[in-house]
């Protein structure tokens, strides 16, 4: 099993920016997939972002405005959001899986999530 740990969640104005951090203790990490899903309260969990050797992929909500990349020698992956919006508001969670994909089945390992707050 694969440790995520999540960081870099908080309060924002709309219009601003907030970078998440995602270390993971997998010793798979350079070829494992790797995406951020949220969960905003009394809605189900949705796919933000992927990564993996074969591209990057993002839900159209955030494409544009978020940005997501690795680094596979720190075994970091990050979030990257600019010109939060007030629905972007949400528990965001780190995950792993072996294909980028946006269905949260395909993913084995999850973080415990990090609170992201935009205030209009």
């Known amino acids: 099993q694969v440790q995520l740990i999540e960081t870099g969640g908080g309060l924002v104005q709309a219009g601003g920016s907030l970078r998440l951090s995602c270390v993971s203790s997998?010793?798979?990490?350079?070829?494992?997939?790797l995406a951020w899903f949220r969960q905003a309260p009394g809605k189900e969990r949705e796919f933000v972002a992927a990564?993996?050797?074969?591209?990057?992929y993002y839900a159209d909500s955030v494409k544009g405005r978020f940005t997501i990349s690795r680094d596979n020698a720190k075994k970091m992956v990050y979030l990257q959001m600019n010109n939060l919006k007030p629905e972007d508001t949400a528990i965001y969670y780190c995950?792993?899986?072996?294909?980028?994909?946006?269905?949260?089945?395909?993913?084995?390992?999850w973080g415990q999530g990090t609170q992201v707050t935009v205030s209009s």
């Open positions: 997998g010793r798979t990490f350079s070829s494992d997939a």
């Open positions: 995950a792993a899986g072996s294909v980028a994909s946006s269905d949260s089945k395909g993913y084995h390992s």
């Open positions: 990564t993996r050797w074969s591209g990057t």
